[in-house]
């Protein structure tokens, strides 16, 4: 079965008319057209994840719904905030915790955790909250080079409102991170990913946007796949026309909640928007919170459930992880419904604790629930 | 019974021959001669408690005892280290949780989130960590007005490894927090405060030390009472004789836990160092872990069990919450059972979570477990 370290299998795409030489799973023979070009080079495959997102520090606090309200904040969504208003509103909050956090960098760190080759892409400051940040990820092991910028805005900060439901709804200061651009990128690490994984809150800032693209070029020119993360509903709504031609024109693997999928295709319900986005990728996992996921395959589906593994505390990071699980089985080679269940367990991991870095052991807690 | 608010009356400490004009409790009757002069003045008292300590960012990590042999640290101990050695071990840890923290600055934070008249005065740097540990000080209601540093060591941090028994040893890089000197005082602050507050650990540093002293005396000339937290039985150790002589001639109410109590008079029970301790300050209460407390003044002795919240997850901040809960009630009068029974509870809550700062609402335990 899968190899956990130094797996030698390459994770070459096969071209739709040609049967993928690998040995199991649903890389064998891909049942939807690839939109995939042959691969133009074959580089040697010395990590299963790279990511590119904004690297930021979260700071954890615990509010009720009236202090949503009367800050015009749309409960579980994000927003986007500068300086002078991120500030503002941390004056007026009660005390915090800080954890590294950011929607990327907290799969990749997933990933290394579970025992996943993991690289992150993104950048800070050279101050103390970026310290904080690149000790975070390195110290989960995943490989995070990208240098600290010596000037301009600080590191990004996101102020995380846990409400009494569980639920977070989130207010960023993109910062340094935002200056993310092609020049920033190590398109040595992404050529050596199997996978190159994106965060869609990169399409907030024009830079970091082009620096994807560049990446995912390179990625797919090297012979890797692309997976995309929708982040949010807003984040959707914002940016709907660029991501629905990345879906169709770049991605292989598409995360997305019901929210998410919902706006990408302007559907009224779950069921259209799966419809919709079924066979326009080579994977889509949506997930559903309390419901569970649903990995869609072309024509195969996939209905997962849900781990209850504790009291529900605080649902961030949920997506990240879900994303984290399923990436770490897909690059092992792993059936899509095990994926699927990989992500599940880490994300009903991570909800039963505050903040979005798993505090217990993933690798303990696969192979517990999943052998 | 207590008044939480703008309760009116005075906290002047009787001296040992007059009986003391309040209304109810331990201090209408001070059973132990009084080392206090009599008051000078009789400032308006318009706080409760307020402390001086090290202003510290927690950087919270999760380490086994293997961790803890191999770089020499004394399980359950405070070591000091500088700058180099906080890095390096930083670079050797996994991911943390960062929360502010400072054992005297744990203390005010819980004594303004109980409702109760809170300052603090500790010195940080002008970066990102400071900014954080003013935001959560200021954010419990506690007042904070120290300055700044503009230049020179950057805030004091202190990394924390949790062990899988709960158990938490900390590495403490003082910076900015060991330049606090006299000059730094508020004293119009200190004036205000019906019990000054003091933590051990400001004689690892000299001019803490000496800010310290002038305080108490600036509080005892003003009709206070100075309370003191022993901290940790090796800066006991490193400091015994001064701490003895404090206890004899300059402190009223003393916190300790068994191995402090026990290394300050170099016992070898806690019955022969509680024996020892009686009559030397008006009141002494000693924690005992799970064995709860025991409050000795004068020839009286209150044996209050402990409160059992939850499963036991993280030790860090259990004293400092104690003498939260026990400051509260002694400054409202409450009896010293109750005292007791507050920190004893206000103890048993933040042993139930990761870090220092309690995330539930104390208001709403005492409301449900004392009525």
């Known amino acids: 079965m899968a190899n956990r370290r130094g797996h030698g299998h390459g994770f070459t795409p096969a071209p739709s008319d040609s ?23 074959s580089s040697p495959k010395t990590l299963d994840v790279v990511g590119i997102g904004n690297a930021i520090v979260d700071v954890l606090v615990q509010a009720d719904d009236a202090f949503l309200s009367d800050h015009g904040l749309s409960k579980g969504s994000m927003a986007l905030v500068d ?4 500030d503002r509103l941390y004056a007026s909050v009660g005390p915090g915790l800080e954890t590294s956090g950011g929607s990327a960098a907290n799969t990749l760190a997933g990933i290394a955790q579970l025992g996943g ?17 690149a000790h975070d990820i390195r110290s989960a092991g995943a490989r995070f080079d990208t240098p600290a ?16 439901d569980a639920q977070r709804t989130m207010c960023t200061y993109l910062g340094a991170s935002v200056g993310l651009d092609p020049a920033d990128l190590d398109l040595d690490l992404v050529r050596q990913a199997e996978v190159l994984y994106l965060e869609g809150y990169l399409w907030d800032s024009e830079e970091a946007k082009r ?15 692309v997976a995309l993360s929708l982040s949010d509903g807003f984040c959707v709504d914002r940016h709907r026309a660029s991501f629905q031609e990345l879906v169709d024109g770049h991605v292989d693997v598409l995360f997305a909640n019901e929210s998410e999928i919902c706006s990408l295709y302007e559907a009224d319900s779950f069921e259209a928007a799966a ?3 079924r066979g326009r990728c080579r994977v889509a996992a949506l997930t559903r919170s309390e419901l569970g996921s649903v990995v869609l395959s072309g024509e195969e589906t996939f209905v997962i459930p849900p781990y209850r593994l504790g009291a529900l505390v605080d649902t961030t990071g949920a997506g990240d992880l879900y994303a984290a699980g399923f990436l770490y089985g897909y690059t092992r080679g792993e059936s899509l419904e095990r994926c699927g269940r990989l992500g599940s367990l880490c994300a009903g991991q991570v909800v039963t604790q505050l903040g979005p870095r798993p505090q217990a052991s993933l690798p303990d807690l696969v192979a517990t629930h999943l052998g």
Chains 1, 2 share one sequence.
Do not use: M
């Open 211 to 225: 620096a994807f693209l560049a990446a995912a070029e390179v990625v797919r020119a090297s012979g890797g796949q």
């Open 83 to 86: 300086e002078q208003q991120a």
């Open 275 to 277: 419809d919709q986005v």
């Open 19 to 41: 049967p993928h030489p690998a040995e199991s799973g649903h890389r064998i023979e891909p049942v939807i057209p690839s939109p995939l070009p042959p691969p133009v080079t």
């Open 117 to 133: 080759r993991a690289g992150f892409i993104g950048r800070v400051r050279n101050d103390q909250l970026g310290a904080i940040f």
């Open 149 to 164: 910028a010596e000037s301009g805005p600080s590191t990004a900060r996101c102020l995380i409102l846990v409400t009494p």
